[in-house]
């Protein structure tokens, strides 16, 4: 949906111009003025920031045009996965699961859960939590700080394309101004031509800080702020899997676990309680 509004922006903007009787072609004609802004612009994001971290940032842009990656369905299932992992646990002690998070690939509980197995950061970020008990036979205040430290961590490196990508908006409009003074200054040189020239260069200047302000706000900081709100997904996505491992391995039962985990996602996302009942409900240990 984000692909067809950003479309509808254009559409609503250019065709407004047009049913004004404003004269598309001289938007379009002055190819000029589109590489000065965009090829500019595209320097300008590029040299703020090393190689390393563009290459993480081309990582998010496209996550906009792409479905919701932290549905009810998908939260729904992380809460099934720890409800049966900790069901085992409780059952057949810390043990039971250690083949599990040591080869989570081919583990017969989260093979079950096809979203939560292919997102690896999360896989790892459960299974890394729960080794910290299993391995080293850690406490649960000790896994938590370890949980919170690796959170922290990952929203700090979630957050980089979203603010950068504000950056660049930022940027745009003064790149408009120059596209236009620039323009100007062509205008300027051809002051004592026809008044049909003249007119031309000064549309093409005025264009030019038209595709800044565009580019700026119609553009790049909408899909920023989406970046962002898909990021605060998954912020509460990875904190119900802490809440619920954390709650676990402090005392409470399985089902007592899950949903408090349950309860720190928004309600947009959040599974009702009947539907995590009936959802766990053929859940059985393994044998």
């Known amino acids: 949906m984000t692909a067809v509004f950003l479309v509808l922006v254009s559409v609503f903007i250019f065709g407004g111009f047009a049913l004004e009787g404003g004269p598309l072609h ?3 004609s002055v190819w000029q003025e589109y590489l000065i802004i965009f090829g500019g612009g595209a320097c300008i994001y590029m040299a703020m920031m090393p190689q390393k971290i563009f290459k993480h940032i081309l990582l998010f842009v496209g996550n906009p045009f792409k479905a919701n990656k932290y549905d009810k369905d998908v939260m729904l299932e992380v809460l099934k996965m720890m409800y049966e992992s900790f ?8 043990l039971s699961l250690e083949k599990d998070v040591s080869a989570p690939g081919d583990s017969t509980i989260f093979t079950k859960y096809p979203k939560f197995l292919n997102n690896h950061h999360a ?5 890394d939590s729960l080794k910290l008990v299993i391995n080293y036979n850690s406490k649960p205040e000790d896994v938590e700080q370890a949980m919170n430290a690796e959170l922290d961590a990952h929203h700090h490196e979630c957050a980089i394309p979203g603010a950068a990508l504000n950056r660049l908006a930022d940027a745009m409009p003064a790149v408009g101004i120059v596209a236009a003074v620039l323009g100007v200054i062509i205008a300027m040189a051809h002051i004592d031509g026809p008044p049909s020239e ?16 565009l580019a700026a706000y119609g553009y790049f900081q909408p899909i920023a702020q989406h ?15 802490k809440e619920g491992v954390i709650s ?11 949903e408090i985990a349950r309860r ?11 539907e995590l009942e009936e959802a766990i409900s053929d859940i059985k240990p393994r044998t």
């Open 227 to 241: 970046i962002d709100y898909q990021n605060h997904d998954e912020s509460e996505y990875f904190q119900c899997v």
């Open 87 to 94: 069901v085992n646990l409780k059952r057949s002690g810390l």
């Open 248 to 258: 676990y391995l402090s005392g409470a039962e399985p089902m007592a676990a899950v």
């Open 198 to 213: 003249l007119g031309h260069k000064v549309s093409a200047a005025l264009t030019g800080t038209l595709l800044g302000i």
């Open 264 to 274: 720190t996602v928004s309600s947009y996302n959040r599974p009702s309680s009947l």
């Open 26 to 28: 001289a938007i379009i």
């Open 123 to 127: 896989l790892d970020f459960y299974c």
